[in-house]
C-alpha cells in the first residue's frame, strides 16, 4: 500500500483512526470498512511483526474489509470493523493497554464494536469493557456468549451438509470419511460433532498429546501432519492454518469437498480459480467459519444471549451454502468469488431499503 486515502478509497472504507499513549507504549489502529448493515464490528488483534506501520494500517484495513463480507454473507446486521495493537502480544501489563483502548472505542459511540482476536483473550475483553460496553466477546459471567468455537464447529458443520448435498444427494455424514487438520479450540469440537453425525474420522496435529485424545475418545484414525493432504477422503477438513490450498497441496488432494474453520484457506485467489477447474466443491471460509461469530454477536440489540436463538441462526450458514452454489451457477463463478457476489448484494439491498426515512 503506498497512499492510504487511495488504499481507502480503492476499497470504499469509511474510517481509519490511530490512537496511542507513550507512556502506555500504546500504539492502536481502528478501521471501519462499511456500516451500512449495522455498526462496525471485528476483532482486536495484538500483533507486532509489522515491518513497517503502513503494514499494520492494511492488515487492519483488510481485516475490517473482511469482516464487512463476513457479516453481510452470514445475513447479520454488523458492518466491519477491526483493530490492531501494535505491540508483543505476550506482554504481561495488559490491563492499561486494554482499557486504554477502551476508552478510544467507547469515543466512537458504538460505531465500533470489538472482540477477541489473534493475541488477545478474553480477560483482555474484560479489561476492555470496565471502559465500553462496545464489545462483544465476553466470558458469559460478563453479559457474554463464553466459548465460541463449539458453536463455530457447528456453523462449519452445516456447510459441511450443504456441501454434501450437493456433491451426494443428501446432507448425511453418516459414513463419510472427513480428515481434520488441527485439533484445537475448534477442531476438537469439530471431531466430537462429526462423530456424533456418524463420520468416519482421520486426525492430525502437531500436537502428539491432541491427536491422542481424539483416537482415544472417538476411535479416530491418525496420521503426520504433512501426511493429511494425501489421505482418501471424502471431505478435507482445515482447522489449523491458512494458505493450506496452494500449488503442491492441490495437487495431491484425494477429497471432493473442502470445508474447515481455517482462515484464508486459499494461498492466493487462483487457487480459488483452480479448485473448481479440478471439480472440488470448495467452501469459502467465511461462509464456513462464520458461526462463532454469528453466536457471539447474537445477542447485541436483543437483551443478551438465548443459546437456542443464536444455535438456530448458526444452523443457517446451510442456507447460506446454497445461496453461494446458486450464484456460483447463476454468474458462472468460483464458489469463492460467488460468496462475495452474495455479500455485496445484500450490502446494495440493504442500502436500498435504508434510503425510506423512518
Ligand atoms: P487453535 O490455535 O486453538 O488450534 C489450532 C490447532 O492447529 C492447534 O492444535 C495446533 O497445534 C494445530 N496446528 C498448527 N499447525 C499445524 C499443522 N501444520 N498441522 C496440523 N495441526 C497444526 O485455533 P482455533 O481457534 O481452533 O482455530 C483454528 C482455525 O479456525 C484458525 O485458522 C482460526 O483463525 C479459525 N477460526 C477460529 C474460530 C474460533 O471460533 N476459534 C472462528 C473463526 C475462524
Known amino acids: ?3 492510504i486515502f487511495e488504499y481507502m478509497q480503492t476499497y470504499d472504507f469509511e474510517n481509519l483512526f490511530f490512537c496511542q499513549d507513550k507512556a502506555l507504549d500504546f500504539k492502536a489502529i481502528i478501521a471501519i470498512h ?52 501494535i505491540g508483543d502480544p505476550k506482554r504481561t501489563d495488559r490491563e492499561p493497554v486494554f482499557r486504554a483502548l477502551g476508552k478510544f472505542i467507547n469515543r466512537l459511540g458504538g460505531k465500533y464494536i470489538t472482540g477477541e482476536d489473534v493475541g488477545t483473550t478474553l480477560q483482555d475483553m474484560e479489561y476492555i469493557r470496565m471502559e465500553t460496553e462496545h464489545v462483544v466477546t465476553l466470558p458469559t459471567y460478563l453479559g457474554g456468549a463464553g466459548d465460541i468455537a463449539p458453536m463455530t464447529a ?8 450443504a456441501c454434501c448435498k450437493k456433491v451426494y444427494g443428501s446432507d448425511s455424514l453418516e459414513g463419510k470419511q472427513v ?125 443478551g444471549v438465548s443459546h437456542e436463538r443464536g444455535k438456530a441462526k448458526v444452523a443457517r450458514i446451510y442456507d447460506n451454502m446454497q445461496q453461494v452454489f446458486e450464484i456460483a451457477d447463476r454468474d458462472r463463478l468460483p464458489t469463492y468469488q460467488a460468496a462475495d457476489r452474495m455479500a455485496e448484494e445484500r450490502i446494495s439491498q440493504i442500502a436500498e431499503v435504508k434510503k425510506y426515512a423512518d
Not at 154 to 161: E, F, N, V, W
Not at 266 to 271: D, I, S
Request: aromatic share 6%; charged share 25%.
Open 179 to 303: 480428515a481434520v487438520q488441527g485439533l484445537g479450540a475448534v477442531g476438537h469440537n469439530m471431531v466430537e460433532q462429526l462423530h456424533e453425525l456418524g463420520a468416519n474420522l482421520i486426525v492430525t496435529d502437531i500436537d502428539p498429546a491432541k491427536v491422542d485424545a481424539m483416537t482415544a475418545r472417538f476411535g479416530a484414525d491418525a496420521v503426520e501432519s504433512e501426511a493429511i493432504y494425501d489421505v482418501d477422503c471424502d471431505i478435507f477438513c482445515p482447522c489449523a492454518l491458512g494458505k493450506v490450498i496452494n500449488d503442491d497441496t492441490l495437487s495431491r488432494l484425494k477429497c471432493k469437498i473442502i470445508c474447515g474453520s481455517a482462515n484464508n484457506q486459499l494461498a492466493e485467489e487462483r487457487h480459488g480459480d483452480r479448485l473448481e477447474e479440478a471439480g472440488f466443491v470448495y467452501a469459502p471460509d467465511y461462509i464456513t467459519n462464520a458461526g462463532g461469530t454469528i453466536y457471539d454477536t447474537d445477542r447485541l440489540g436483543v437483551g
Open 34 to 85: 462499511d456500516t451500512t448493515l449495522g455498526p462496525a464490528t471485528g476483532g482486536c488483534r495484538m500483533w507486532q511483526d509489522y515491518t513497517s506501520e503502513m503494514d499494520a494500517v492494511e492488515d487492519a484495513l483488510r481485516l475490517a474489509r473482511g469482516m464487512t463480507y463476513k457479516y453481510a454473507a452470514a445475513g447479520v446486521n454488523l458492518g466491519g470493523g477491526k483493530a490492531v495493537i
Open 1 to 3: 500500500m503506498e497512499s
Open 154 to 161: 457447528y456453523g462449519t458443520i452445516r456447510a459441511m451438509q
